[in-house]
């Protein structure tokens, strides 16, 4: 298992889980403050000041200028991460073309349905595969090969094995003339099986 | 969990862009024209509410307890929304094999159900523990020693990355044989 075809396995959804996870301490980590605070751990008298606090607003009114400056730049940095983050979320992921040459007055791309619609025709091929899917994700530079079979009921395993490797991921390394594909095979098992066997008791 | 961390995500994000943008907008007006401040935001208005609450308030509490709530949903639905692929062993590098645990579980149903003494059963799997329960008419114990093989050669067939432990569990129920 190599690096590469462990992250073609599926769409990574880290970057929205981190994010996700550091806005939920965030928000817990203040609530938690503000009850401690509220009860009186951290002295109570500070539990009985204001929330508003006075402090503050002399600051602020004092440093006017320094006060609005630090408000425009906690606005303009949570507008950029939200930002960044909404649109990173909702792009899709890219389906890169395959480009063989970048020589000048040779460049050579495959684009990506030529290559898929190859693959799943071969897969679909096999002995036990009812069903194939195929698309290729990382960059036109780098690409791995996802792979979804769906096998009919007591295909063995081994064998869809044998027969993927042996003609259907070594003729796409023939054609991107490259000797190691990164793939993720994902494999649906049973289940275009016929219905369990009636018991007639 | 998953479907719901790629809906909230974007959403959480959008969020946190409209507060930023607010925050700007609300500080620029009121330095460049402090006559139409606020603008969008009745920010004055929440600062005349929160004047005179000190950390003691009852409404300071409970606002900080949603907080609190809100924000251990949020957490704990970034921790969860893992994939919960079950690995096989690789063919040949370069290429990973993964299946899903309703596809194990579909594969051990299917054997045990086609088990002459069962009558009923259920399975439930996951990458570290394959879960049987099923009916019969005869002595539990005796089919359960059949099942657990069974299951073991059925998992033994399929070339996982590591065999997961199976539990099965037989009950006898009445009936005519």
């Known amino acids: 298992m190599s690096r590469r075809s462990r992250a073609a396995v599926a769409r990574s959804a880290g970057g929205d889980r981190t994010l996700t996870t550091v806005l939920g301490l965030v928000l817990v980590a203040a609530s938690v403050l503000a009850l401690l605070v509220g009860f009186g751990v951290f002295g109570s008298f500070r539990a009985q000041r204001p929330v508003i606090d006075p402090l503050i607003v002399e600051w602020a009114s004092a440093h006017a200028t320094a006060a609005r400056w630090i408000a425009i730049g906690i606005g303009v940095v949570l507008f950029l991460i939200g930002l960044w983050w909404t649109l990173r979320s909702l792009r899709p992921e890219p389906r890169p073309d395959v480009s063989l040459s970048e020589l000048p007055g040779e460049r050579l791309t495959v684009e990506h349905a030529a290559i898929c619609d190859a693959v799943r025709h071969d897969a679909e091929l096999i002995d036990g595969v009812s069903r194939a899917r195929a698309r290729l994700v990382g960059t036109p530079q780098k690409p791995a090969l996802r792979l979804s079979l769906t096998l009919v009921e007591g295909t063995d395993v081994r064998d869809v094995w044998a027969d993927l490797d042996g003609r259907v991921l070594a003729r796409a390394r023939e054609a991107f003339a490259v000797s190691a594909l990164p793939t993720a095979v994902r494999l649906e098992l049973d289940a275009t099986s016929a219905p369990t066997p009636a018991r007639v008791q | ?177």
């Not at chain 2, 606020?38 to 004047?51: D, F, G």
């Not at chain 2, 251990?72 to 929304?81: C, D, K, Q, S, T």
């Not at chain 2, 690995?87 to 645990?101: G, H, I």
């Open chain 2, 1 to 177: 969990m998953r479907l719901l961390l790629r809906v909230l995500a974007p959403l959480l994000g959008l969020l946190l862009a409209v507060v930023g943008l607010a925050v700007v907008v609300e500080t620029v007006t009121l330095w460049v024209s402090p006559t139409s401040s606020p603008l969008i935001v009745p920010w004055p208005t929440w600062l005349a509410a929160a004047e005179g609450l000190t950390w003691q308030s009852g409404s300071v509490r409970a606002a900080a307890v949603v907080v609190g709530i809100v924000g251990l949903f949020v957490l704990i639905l970034g921790l969860v929304a893992r994939r919960h692929d079950v690995f096989l062993a690789d063919p040949v590098p370069e290429v990973t094999v993964t299946t899903s645990p309703r596809s194990i579980a579909r594969a051990v149903g299917h054997e045990v159900r086609a088990h002459d003494e069962v009558v009923s059963a259920s399975v439930v799997a996951s990458a570290k523990k394959v879960t049987v329960k099923a009916a019969t008419l005869d002595p539990a114990e005796e089919v359960r020693a059949t099942l657990r093989d069974l299951v073991e050669t059925t998992l033994a067939r399929l070339p996982l990355a590591r065999r997961p432990r199976v539990a099965v569990s037989v009950t006898t129920t009445k009936g005519v044989k």
